[in-house]
């Protein structure tokens, strides 16, 4: 293989960008189309916020799998794969055994217990005002760091694709995104954002089968030949196989790996918008069955990755992949360039260029889900029932919605400009980590503590959060790296990448702490209610 894959396929996609051009416009014309149809049937809150509760277990678990199949599990997991062997397929281990905690201890419970957002859970039993505003403002603050990758994923993305080099085009294709993703939710709503996601769920998927099995037929369907391959490739020999490569060299690294693991396994089951899919069904039944499809489809994709990211190793050597991009996000679309024939050839372009295109799609989706959780819960926690104390209505609601989608829309952009060249896996990593810290103690203890107070949730919210984020701004993923946000500058005191280590047992201290030292008594009647409501679906919505 040429090595200077990336100029040819620079060179070779700007021959066949009449074709890249026409396979974005598709997608983003058929969910314009399936957005402005959603539009037309949303008549009230619960369909702007919940779709009308109106989806099978079968259609909201291909949505929760759109929504979670994000750019870090396609671009970020393969990367990282691509360039740390063993260690970067620990990411697609711990994204998908995360699922077992939403399962087992959230998705039933959370459908009984609330309407539209994380926050009707907490108000339940606790003192309205005060709850709903740190569970508002955790949602907006998790959603805006997970927006943070998939705002960095397209624009590496659709950069390569074009042959843009400039920063200040890799930033009007960020801004691009974020146009697109606020027009989706802003009409369409719940109804659309689903239906956009089942929609990329099955593009995705069949991309995702397509890139496997031209890789596997490549080396014979031969897995041994293929992991030879790419120890072989990398320049690191047996060790690309073996774990600590990325997280064992020294012990801060190590200590990084729990913290990460710890971040992926609970994360899950806190993150704003696979909680609020939950409501999109009309029971609780089928609320399970919806994360019974999700590990099923998720899980045989996250076995795929493992496949795309060795066998871009195996193709392309370590210095090709980060040419493109440092982070290594490029080495999915780049390995599909390569295994359609290279960068000289008709075949490597159009697989290219439907790889990315499916790439994109998964971002705008992604990002729409993401936005539309974050929006609710401004509109619904925090203007409805915080601001206008519950006297607003329906209508005023929706449309505090729309507008705090542009807000989130325009923060997004801003942000993910900044972050265009991390890895978008790790990124998502810190978005786990923050909902980990601090909705998820909160979310639980709420459900199955009777002494759980206001006093508690708060802390425990504001506390997570907090710690979670001040750890962040100070670690080696904003400064003190080459591969850092602000790589020229070294303000980090705090020696680990992901905060989850330290932040997530914070703020289950902190909710137990809170609770201990609260001076108010808990009600054990509305304790009572909720749990019968929780268990049983009895009163549920």
Same mark, same amino acid.
């Given at each position: 293989?040429?090595?200077?894959?990336?100029?040819?396929?620079?060179?070779?996609?700007?021959?066949?960008?009449?074709?890249?051009?026409?396979?974005?416009?598709?997608?983003?014309?058929?969910?314009?189309?399936?957005?402005?149809?959603? $539009?037309?049937?949303?008549?009230? /809150? +619960?369909?702007?916020?919940?779709?009308?509760?109106?989806?099978?277990?079968?259609?909201? #678990?291909?949505?929760?799998?759109?929504?979670?199949? *994000?750019? /870090?599990?396609?671009?970020?997991?393969? #990367?990282?794969? !691509?360039?740390?062997?063993?260690? #970067?397929?620990?990411?697609?281990?711990?994204?998908?055994?995360?699922?077992?905690?939403?399962?087992?201890?959230?998705?039933?419970?959370?459908?009984?217990?609330?309407?539209?957002?994380?926050?009707?859970?907490? +108000?339940?039993?606790?003192?309205?005002?005060?709850?709903?505003?740190? !569970?508002?403002?955790?949602?907006?603050?998790?959603?805006?760091?997970?927006?943070?990758?998939?705002?960095?994923?397209?624009?590496?993305?659709?950069? %390569?694709? &074009?042959?843009?080099?400039?920063?200040?085009?890799?930033?009007?294709?960020?801004? %691009?995104?974020?146009?697109?993703?606020?027009?989706?939710?802003?009409?369409?709503?719940?109804?659309?954002?689903?239906?956009?996601?089942?929609?990329?769920?099955?593009?995705?998927?069949?991309?995702?089968? &397509?890139?496997?099995?031209?890789?596997?037929?490549?080396?014979?369907?031969?897995?041994?030949?293929?992991?030879?391959?790419?120890?072989?490739? *990398?320049?690191?020999?047996?060790?690309?196989?073996?774990?600590?490569?990325?997280?064992?060299? @020294?012990?801060?690294?190590?200590?990084?790996?729990?913290?990460?693991?710890?971040?992926?396994?609970?994360?899950?089951?806190?993150?704003?918008?696979?909680?609020?899919?939950?409501?999109?069904?009309?029971? !609780?039944? !089928?609320?399970?069955?919806?994360?019974?499809?999700?590990?099923?489809?998720?899980?045989?994709?996250?076995?795929?990755?493992?496949?795309?990211?060795?066998?871009?190793?195996?193709?392309? *050597?370590?210095? =090709?992949?980060?040419?493109?991009?440092?982070?290594?996000?490029?080495?999915?679309?780049?390995?599909?360039?390569?295994?359609?024939?290279?960068?000289?050839?008709?075949? #490597?372009?159009?697989?290219?260029?439907?790889?990315?295109?499916?790439?994109?799609? @998964?971002?705008?989706?992604?990002? /729409?889900?993401?936005?539309?959780?974050?929006? *609710?819960?401004?509109?619904?926690?925090?203007?409805?029932?915080?601001?206008?104390?519950?006297?607003?209505?329906?209508?005023?609601?929706?449309?505090?919605?729309?507008?705090?989608?542009?807000?989130?829309?325009?923060?997004?952009?801003?942000?993910?400009?900044?972050?265009?060249?991390?890895?978008?896996? $790790?990124?998502?990593?810190?978005?786990?980590?923050?909902?980990?810290?601090?909705?998820?103690?909160?979310?639980?203890?709420?459900?199955?503590?009777?002494?759980?107070?206001?006093?508690? +949730?708060?802390?425990?919210?504001?506390?997570?959060?907090?710690?979670?984020?001040?750890?962040?701004?100070?670690?080696?993923?904003?400064?003190?790296?080459?591969?850092?946000?602000?790589?020229?500058?070294?303000?980090?005191?705090?020696?680990?990448?992901?905060?989850?280590?330290?932040?997530?047992?914070?703020?289950?201290?902190?909710?137990?702490?809170?609770?201990?030292?609260?001076? =108010?008594?808990?009600?054990?009647?509305?304790?009572?209610?909720? =749990?019968?409501?929780?268990? @049983?679906? @009895?009163?549920?919505?």
């Amino acid at each position: 293989m040429s090595q200077h894959v990336v100029l040819a396929a620079s060179s070779e996609v700007s021959e066949h960008q009449p074709l890249i051009i026409t396979l974005f416009g598709l997608f983003v014309v058929a969910t314009l189309v399936i957005t402005v149809w959603a $539009g037309k049937q949303t008549k009230d /809150a +619960a369909d702007f916020y919940a779709g009308g509760r109106q989806f099978t277990g079968f259609q909201n #678990g291909l949505a929760i799998s759109g929504d979670y199949m *994000s750019a /870090a599990s396609f671009l970020g997991i393969a #990367g990282a794969i !691509a360039l740390f062997g063993y260690d #970067g397929f620990l990411y697609s281990i711990g994204f998908l055994v995360a699922w077992l905690v939403a399962l087992l201890l959230v998705a039933e419970p959370l459908r009984n217990s609330g309407r539209f957002t994380m926050g009707d859970v907490l +108000a339940y039993r606790m003192r309205q005002r005060p709850v709903r505003t740190a !569970a508002g403002a955790s949602t907006i603050v998790v959603s805006i760091f997970y927006l943070l990758a998939q705002m960095a994923g397209a624009g590496v993305l659709v950069a %390569l694709l &074009l042959g843009i080099t400039t920063d200040a085009g890799k930033i009007g294709i960020v801004a %691009l995104v974020g146009v697109l993703m606020i027009v989706y939710v802003t009409i369409g709503g719940m109804k659309g954002t689903t239906w956009v996601q089942m929609v990329k769920a099955v593009l995705l998927i069949g991309g995702t089968v &397509l890139i496997t099995f031209l890789i596997l037929l490549k080396f014979g369907f031969n897995v041994s030949d293929l992991l030879g391959s790419a120890a072989e490739n *990398s320049g690191k020999g047996a060790a690309f196989l073996e774990p600590g490569l990325k997280y064992g060299l @020294t012990p801060t690294s190590k200590l990084d790996f729990i913290s990460l693991g710890i971040a992926l396994v609970l994360g899950t089951a806190g993150l704003p918008h696979i909680l609020i899919r939950f409501y999109t069904v009309p029971t !609780a039944k !089928a609320a399970r069955k919806s994360v019974n499809w999700a590990i099923g489809i998720i899980g045989a994709f996250y076995l795929m990755t493992i496949v795309l990211g060795f066998g871009a190793a195996a193709l392309l *050597s370590p210095e =090709e992949i980060t040419s493109s991009n440092k982070a290594g996000n490029t080495a999915a679309p780049l390995a599909a360039l390569e295994i359609g024939g290279g960068g000289d050839s008709a075949g #490597g372009a159009i697989l290219l260029a439907v790889i990315s295109a499916v790439a994109f799609a @998964t971002i705008l989706a992604v990002v /729409a889900g993401l936005t539309l959780a974050s929006s *609710s819960s401004f509109a619904h926690d925090i203007y409805a029932n915080v601001i206008r104390k519950g006297q607003a209505t329906e209508k005023e609601e929706v449309r505090a919605a729309r507008w705090a989608t542009v807000f989130i829309g325009i923060v997004s952009i801003a942000l993910g400009a900044l972050a265009r060249d991390l890895n978008v896996a $790790g990124l998502v990593a810190l978005a786990f980590a923050v909902a980990a810290s601090a909705n998820l103690p909160t979310i639980l203890y709420s459900l199955f503590w009777k002494r759980f107070t206001t006093q508690g +949730a708060l802390w425990s919210i504001y506390g997570g959060l907090a710690s979670s984020v001040l750890l962040v701004l100070f670690s080696p993923v904003v400064s003190g790296k080459e591969t850092s946000m602000f790589p020229k500058v070294d303000f980090h005191w705090f020696p680990l990448e992901n905060p989850g280590l330290i932040s997530i047992p914070l703020g289950f201290l902190l909710g137990w702490l809170g609770t201990i030292l609260s001076k =108010e008594e808990p009600d054990e009647g509305k304790y009572a209610e909720l =749990e019968v409501r929780s268990l @049983t679906g @009895t009163g549920a919505h």
